[in-house]
């Protein structure tokens, strides 16, 4: 398990995060954080950090990379503790024995990311910042979802009535 604080409100507050990582290792010098998904084959490319974040994405063919969020967040909230850099790695399970298989994920346009740094550190910091400040803004009310997909493993769907 990592955890840290991130700061919000300009340092006034902040909001402890944690998360169970499910693999950290060294290959090559390099320490990688390992994330293993069972389910189906995703994908371990993204437009970009923006994408991470976005509140319109709602097609199935263009869905939010979820898992790249997922480990860029442990990345990053591994580095505040233990004052390292990783690489963050997806292994979806189904693909392990493939020829073609990888567990790199890549920008798009600009290729693998080899380690958890500026660009992509710094601009994940600052829009998780600015979800965290959203969710603890008080005077910003909560709202349903206009993607009725994301309700249908939620477990309050029957509260909002979805």
Known sequence: MIHSKIP???????????GFIDRVDKKN????IADYKT???????FDSVDELFSKTIKSQSKKKPRHILQVFLYSLLL????KVKAKPTIFYVKNIFKEDFSSTISHKGEGAVEVFEDPYKS??????????????????PFTQTENINSCE??????ICKR
């Open 153 to 158: 493993w939620c477990p309050f769907k029957k």
């Open 8 to 18: 919000i409100q300009g340092g006034k507050q902040s909001v402890n995060l944690k």
């Open 39 to 45: 389910g189906s084959s995703g994908n371990l490319l």
């Open 29 to 32: 010098g390099i320490i990688r």
């Open 79 to 82: 580095e505040q503790e233990e």
């Open 123 to 140: 601009d994940f910091a600052e829009k998780l910042t600015t979800c965290l400040e959203e969710i603890f803004d008080e005077n910003i």
